[in-house]
T-cell receptor, first 117, second 111 residues
């Protein structure tokens, strides 16, 4: 059983550009969640995808969007990049969507560090 | 709203116990977690506790939950230099869709 992987590890973009970050979930996990971790802060929930549909969203604008594919891979897309988008982006996969119903561990990837200049 | 707060820094000597504290606001949280993050790495789940439990012990780790005060603590016994990291307290929100994290406590272990 492989773990959660993310690519690229580091990325530098300029303001106004668009970026796509990728995540490969653990095999068999139908749910992927994306988090933004700014420097010195805890991760903030962006959204969750379950069976290729958005299943919940945090307080992030529509320029943050995602896709989930049947092969357990997913993408986070950010349009019109702003300086404040500079952060570590983490994806986490889990078996089920609702984390509170039964114990349902999230497995985190190592993250992609995005720098916006 | 939902919020998780924790102190930012803790410094201990190797071999001592470390206690990291956290308070949360969502009284309906079902699970509460402690994660560890080392430099340049993602999050590693250390332990979790179900909301109807008061205490959970797992080797060197002891989690205490005071649901009345919405207070969670993590005790690390016999702290080692390898325990130096950022520790995040987290809860699963009422809707069960997302995990809410605190800002993290940076633990320094002095040899």
């Amino acid at each position: 059983e492989t773990g959660v992987t993310q690519s690229p590890t580091h990325l530098i973009k300029t303001r106004g550009q668009q970026v796509t970050l990728r995540c490969s979930s653990q095999s068999g996990h139908n749910t992927v969640s994306w988090y933004q971790q700014a420097l010195g802060q805890g991760p903030q929930f962006i959204f969750q995808y379950y069976r290729e549909e958005e299943n919940g969203r945090g307080n992030f604008p529509p320029r943050f969007s995602g896709l989930q594919f049947p092969n357990y891979s997913s993408e986070l897309n950010v349009n019109a990049l702003e300086l404040d988008d500079s952060a570590l982006y983490l994806c986490a996969s889990s078996l089920a969507a609702r984390l509170a119903v039964t114990y349902n561990e999230q497995f985190f990837g190592p993250g992609t560090r995005l720098t916006v200049l | 709203g939902e919020d998780v707060e924790q102190s930012l820094f803790l410094s201990v000597r190797e071999g001592d116990s470390s206690v990291i504290n956290c308070t949360y606001t969502d009284s309906s949280s079902t699970y509460l977690y402690w994660y560890k993050q080392e430099p340049g790495a993602g999050l590693q789940l250390l332990t979790y506790i179900f909301s109807n439990m008061d205490m959970k012990q797992d080797q060197r780790l002891t989690v205490l939950l005071n649901k009345k005060d919405k207070h969670l603590s993590l005790r690390i016994a016999d702290t080692q230099t390898g325990d130096s990291a950022i520790y995040f307290c987290a809860e699963t929100d009422t809707g069960g869709f997302k995990t809410i994290f605190g800002a993290g406590t940076r633990l320094f272990v002095k040899a």
